[in-house]
């Protein structure tokens, strides 16, 4: 496999007007943590972190669970969805950079473009090996990979032509940011 050595330039994220990211990918991917390191690196930057809503349902909380999620369950994710997009927007209206984590595959993807429709919308896919999702699960204490490795298939043909799909296998962190910042603007935004 040939590396790119090369230096990159990461764009600076001061100079780019405020958008809403929205990073997606199988659990144990990475999202939360590339996430929360995204938005810190805006001048007014938000981390809105999905699984955080759903532990807000105190009582009745129906996680879903495969292959598919429950009535009940299939509800609250859309509960979920909504209101994460409806924070972002309220953020994004007051000058933010907001940057989402969640898993958002296939149609539930129309939640987000329904809510944000007429606002700067860009998606990433972190797509690791299933390999470094594996050993990533090893080191957590919550076993993701075994319920939810399955989900990597349908990522990759129900979100194969949309945003900005990063390998992050073997990359640190902060490298995964600065390929974000780097290619988003230009590959990553969402037509709603």
């Known amino acids: 496999m040939w590396l790119d050595t090369r230096p990159t330039m990461t764009r600076d994220p001061g100079t780019h007007p405020p958008a809403i990211i929205l990073i997606t990918g199988i659990p144990g991917a990475g999202k939360t943590t590339v996430a929360r390191a995204l938005a810190a690196r805006f001048p007014r930057g938000v981390h809105i972190e999905g699984d955080a ?3 807000m349902i105190v009582s009745g909380r129906v996680w879903p669970e495969p292959p598919a ?9 859309h509960l979920r969805y909504r209101n994460e997009a409806l924070l972002a927007r309220s953020f994004f209206e007051a000058g933010f950079h907001v940057v989402l984590d969640d898993i958002v595959i296939g149609g539930w993807l129309d939640i987000h473009r329904e809510v944000l429709a007429g606002l700067p919308l860009y998606v990433v896919v972190l797509a690791p090996s299933l390999e470094s999702v ?4 090893a080191g957590r204490d919550k076993d993701v990979f075994d319920t939810w490795g399955y989900l990597d298939r349908d990522l990759r043909e129900q979100m ?3 945003g900005l799909w990063i390998d992050s296998t073997g990359q640190a962190v902060e490298e995964t940011v600065d390929e974000i910042l780097e290619r988003v603007w230009d590959v990553g935004k969402l037509t709603l």
């Open 53 to 55: 809503l759903q532990q």
């Open 69 to 77: 999620p429950s009535a009940e369950a299939a509800d609250q994710l």
């Open 134 to 137: 594996k050993a990533r699960n």
């Open 160 to 162: 194969q032509v949309l």
